[in-house]
C-alpha cells in the first residue's frame, strides 16, 4: 500500500489541524484538491517572519526590512528552482491562479488579440481557466474554440491538431482537471500551439501540488498555480511567463514599488517581475510559499505520486463496488489523485452533508467548471481528493460512509 511509499503517520503529525475530530469521528480530509492542509514547518514560518522580521521589503534599510526583502526574493529563487525556469525574473507572485490568468489574459491578451483571431480552451477548464478567455474574445472580436474531449473526458492529439490553426493565437489548457483528474499532455500541445505561432498558457493549479513540472521541458509560454494547494498560504500564486514575454507585457496595477520615475503625467515601470507585483507585495504568504516548497521537495515526487496512485486506485476499487455510484474520469492511471461522482438518486449536497456527520470532508457542487457539468450532463457532483496526508484509513472511511448515505436514504444492498 501507500504507506511503504512515504512514512505518512510521520506526515500526518506535521498537520496539527488533522489531530482533531469531527463530529465525534476522526477526521478524514479529502478536499485537498480544493485547498490542503498546513504542516507546522509553513505555519512556523509565518509566524517567523511575523515574530521577528516582520517589515516591508526592497524600499527599507533597516535591519528588519533588509530580512524581509530577503526572505521574500530568497523565496523567489525557491520557486524558480521548483518549477525550472531558467530566469530568477519569470517568477512573479500573484494573488493566487485566477490573478495569473487574468494577468495575462490583460497584459498579453489585449496587446496580441485582434478581431477574427482564436483563442483555443476545453470543456474541462476551471472557470478561471475559461472566463478571462471568454471576456477577452469579447473584447476583442475574437473566437473562442474548444478542443474536444473523448467521452472519458480526455483530450486526444489528433483533436488538438484538428482544433488549433495558424488563425489560434493563445491556447489556455489546464494541466491536471479539477473534477476530472484528466492529466493533459500540455508539452505535446504546446508544440502545436508554437508550429502554429501561438502561445500556450497553461493552469498548473492541480499538477504543481502533486507532480514534477518543467517549465523549459514543456516549454510553456506562461504556467499559473496557487500556494494553498500545495500546503503554502492562501493569498500566494505564481505566475511562471517566458521572459521574452513578460518584457514586453503592460502591468495591468499601478502604484508603489512596480515603478522606475513618477511625474505628473507620464510614469516609467521598474524591471521584471517588480514591475507586476504593484503595492505592498505578498511578503508573509511568500516566505509561507518557500516553506511548502521545501516540505515537498524534501519528499520528493516520485514518492508523492506513488502514494496518490495506489491510495486513488483504491478508493477507485472499493467505491465501484457500491452500486449506484458513478465516477467520472479517465482510467486511474491516466488521472490524479482526483475521484469526482455521484450517488443514484442523491444530490452532491446531501452527499457531502451525510459524509461530514461521518467525520469525512468532501467537495459538493459544479468545482467552478459548470460547462463541464453540462458536458458531463449533471447539475453537480461529489469529488474526493488525495494528498500526501491520506491513508487507506480515510479510504475505508469514505467508503463507509458513503454505505451508510446509501442506507440513510434507503437504497437496498
Known amino acids: 500500500m501507500a504507506d511503504t511509499q512515504l512514512d505518512v503517520k510521520a506526515i500526518i503529525q506535521d498537520f496539527p489541524i488533522l489531530e482533531q475530530q469531527v463530529n465525534g469521528k476522526r477526521l478524514a480530509y479529502l478536499d485537498s484538491t480544493a485547498t490542503s492542509q498546513k504542516p507546522k514547518q509553513v505555519i512556523e514560518a509565518l509566524d517567523d517572519y511575523y515574530e521577528r522580521y516582520n517589515s516591508n521589503v526592497h524600499r527599507g534599510v533597516h535591519t528588519l526590512g533588509s530580512l524581509a526583502t530577503d526572505g521574500y526574493e ?115 500541445i504546446a508544440e502545436i500551439a508554437h508550429e502554429h505561432g501561438a502561445i500556450i498558457s497553461v493552469d498548473g493549479a492541480q499538477s504543481a501540488p ?85 516540505y515537498i521537495e524534501a519528499i520528493g515526487f516520485d514518492a508523492i505520486h506513488a502514494h496518490e496512485q495506489a491510495l486513488t486506485q483504491y478508493a477507485y476499487e472499493q467505491m465501484s463496488q457500491i452500486e449506484g455510484i458513478d465516477i467520472y474520469g479517465p482510467a486511474v492511471d491516466k488521472r490524479a489523485g482526483v475521484i469526482t461522482f455521484n450517488m443514484d438518486g442523491v444530490h ?29 450532463n449533471v447539475s453537480s457532483t461529489a469529488r474526493a481528493s488525495f494528498y500526501i496526508y491520506n491513508t487507506k484509513e480515510d479510504v475505508d472511511q469514505l467508503v463507509e460512509g458513503l454505505k451508510r448515505t446509501k442506507e440513510f436514504f434507503s437504497y437496498e444492498f
Open 348 to 376: 452532491p449536497h446531501d452527499v457531502a452533508t451525510a459524509l461530514d456527520t461521518e467525520g469525512v470532508a468532501v467537495r459538493a457542487g459544479h468545482h467552478c467548471a459548470q460547462p463541464l457539468m453540462k458536458w458531463l
Open 74 to 188: 530568497g523565496a523567489r529563487e525557491t520557486v524558480r528552482q521548483f518549477i525550472h525556469a531558467q530566469y530568477f525574473e519569470e517568477v512573479v507572485f500573484t494573488r493566487g491562479t485566477t490573478a495569473s490568468i487574468n494577468l495575462v489574459a490583460h497584459s498579453y491578451g489585449d496587446a496580441h488579440i485582434k478581431e477574427g483571431d482564436e483563442i483555443v480552451v476545453t470543456e474541462m477548464e476551471h472557470h478561471a481557466n475559461l472566463v478571462p478567455w471568454q471576456q477577452l474574445a469579447k473584447r476583442k472580436g475574437a473566437t473562442l474554440k474548444f478542443i474536444p474531449m473523448t467521452t472519458d473526458g480526455e483530450l486526444t492529439i489528433e483533436a488538438v491538431k484538428e482544433t488549433i490553426t495558424d488563425k489560434t493565437k493563445i491556447v489556455a489548457v489546464a494541466h491536471v482537471s479539477n473534477v476530472l483528474g484528466t492529466i493533459n499532455d500540455v508539452k505535446a
Open 210 to 294: 502533486h507532480m514534477k513540472v518543467d517549465v523549459q521541458d514543456l516549454d510553456v509560454d506562461f504556467y499559473s498555480f496557487s500556494g494553498h494547494k500545495m500546503l503554502g498560504p492562501t493569498g500566494i500564486g505564481v505566475l511562471y511567463g517566458k521572459r521574452q514575454h513578460l518584457q514586453n507585457m503592460e502591468p495591468i496595477e499601478f502604484g508603489g514599488d512596480m515603478i522606475d520615475f513618477v511625474g505628473l503625467h507620464e510614469s516609467t515601470w521598474t524591471d521584471l517581475p517588480t514591475k507586476f507585483e504593484a503595492g505592498t507585495p505578498l511578503i508573509a504568504q511568500a516566505i509561507g510559499l518557500k516553506a511548502a516548497v521545501e
